[in-house]
């Protein structure tokens, strides 16, 4: 009789044992933020309210009189301080391991900040980089953690930055200097930019286009070849392997979303007649000057990824007609992008693209705000519109039950002059500076 016991629960043994093991071994610590002004953003303000955070996740919210404090749980008494949802850049060249620049010419000068940020210095060697991905050269710094952190971002989209195809993106949570547990998605999306190749082919802009429509054209055939060869392995020649058009296949067949960098209005034009000839699932980036397309661009109803960085682009009139009037764009014309888009009824979330300190793109959302950008259209995009446009609105974006525990609480209101970030949350972990 004992025997046949044992027999029965050996089985439940087993079974406790295997959940145990697959269980997460590393679990937050529970929190009761209380008493805080809470800014969910998709709900109502709640005056005085509590959160309850509890293994990464947002675990209750609500007014502080009707939410249970835990017992096992550390108070945090935020009375005077006002929680947000933390922000999103959604694309960033940060936290990248840089390649080794290629030698110039005797004589020639450095590129420009513009030219950079265009792609005008892209490698020679290829101009196709689709099978990188950026998660293999992640190297998160602290200093740049830190002032990401000081200025409320708490996840970011990181994209690599040379060639035309230029790689896949990974998006992470800022909660340290290991990139695995950074991981929120891998890959996020594939990069395209409008360059030229220096010192090899395409080195003009209608050869850039011609290569990306071909690449596509290539991968197209390259997958319905591999289909063909897949049901007919006797008798018919292997094709050759390709990790460049094998990278491509998803983003045609699959339309995992494909991000297109547009440095000026004319590239938004050239980005739009390639998404609809190909049927990519597509999203637009930097798009500084999107207002000069506003019309195309409500028509198509593409997700736009704004840029934070107000330099004029390579080539504009406000570059090559004098200092003064360039110092102009960048305080007037180019800060009132977003606000210009919003009345236009376009969604967009804003980035950090281009910047090289989060301090800045605060400074520049005051100046867009300044600009006629309504307040609560910044906050969402820097919230849930980039949650929704990269496919995680179920995990950030806004404070909810349930979602990753990315918080931040301010002494005063986001982005006023004098608002100092006071704590911030990363999957649920109180990140000391």
């Known amino acids: ?54 293994d990464g996740l947002i675990e209750a919210i609500g007014a502080a009189d009707k939410v249970v404090i835990p017992d096992d749980a550390e108070i945090i008494e935020a009375e005077g301080l006002i929680a947000y949802p933390g922000l999103i850049s959604a694309h960033t060249n940060l936290f990248l391991e840089e390649a080794a620049a290629p ?10 900040p513009a030219e950079l940020m265009a792609g005008a210095a892209a490698q020679p060697q290829s101009p196709q980089y689709a099978e990188l991905f950026a998660f293999k050269n992640l190297k998160p710094r602290k200093s740049t953690l830190d002032g990401l952190l000081r200025a409320g971002f708490t996840t970011v989209l990181v994209a690599p930055n040379r060639g035309i195809f230029q790689g896949q993106s990974v998006i992470v949570n800022l909660n340290g200097e290991e990139p695995g547990p950074m ?43 591999q289909a063909l060869y897949a049901k007919n ?44 000839e190909f049927k990519l699932n597509a999203l637009l980036t930097h798009v500084n000057e999107a207002w000069r397309d506003a019309d195309i661009l409500k028509k198509s109803a593409l997700p736009l990824l704004v840029t934070l960085d107000f330099r004029p682009p390579n080539g504009s009139k406000y570059v090559s007609q004098g200092e003064d009037l360039r110092k102009k764009a960048e305080a007037e014309i180019y800060p009132a992008n977003a606000a210009n888009l919003a009345k236009a009824g376009l969604k967009f979330a804003l980035t950090t693209f281009g910047l090289n300190d989060a301090a800045t793109a605060i400074k520049n959302v005051q100046a867009a705000i300044k600009a006629g950008l309504p307040k609560d259209e910044a906050l969402k995009a820097l919230t849930i519109q980039p949650a929704l446009f990269l496919g995680l609105a179920q995990q950030l974006g806004s404070l909810e039950t349930g979602k990753i525990a990315n918080i931040i609480l301010t002494k005063g209101e ?18 000391k500076f």
């Open 1 to 54: 009789m004992r025997v046949r016991q044992w027999a029965y629960l050996v089985p439940v043994f087993l079974i406790i044992f295997a959940l145990s093991w697959s269980a997460p071994l590393d679990v937050g610590p529970t929190y009761a933020v209380r008493n805080a002004k809470i800014v969910p953003v998709t709900g109502p303000v709640i005056d005085k309210g509590t959160l309850i955070i509890r």
């Open 183 to 225: 991981v929120v998605k891998n890959p996020a999306a594939l990069h395209i930019n409008f360059t030229t190749n220096r010192g090899g082919y395409p080195s003009s802009l209608m050869g850039t286009i011609a290569y990306i429509r071909q690449s596509f054209l290539d991968a197209d055939h390259y997958a319905a070849v």
């Open 103 to 112: 030698a110039r010419a005797a004589g020639e000068a450095a590129p420009s």
């Open 414 to 431: 986001l982005f006023e002059d004098k608002t100092q970030v006071d704590k911030v949350f990363v999957d649920g972990v109180l990140w």
């Open 233 to 276: 392995l006797k008798g018919m020649i292997r094709p050759e392997f390709d990790p460049f058009l094998e990278a491509l296949g998803p983003y045609l067949k699959d339309r995992k979303p494909v991000v297109f960098q547009c440095n000026n209005y004319e590239e938004i034009k050239r980005a739009l007649k390639i998404i609809e």
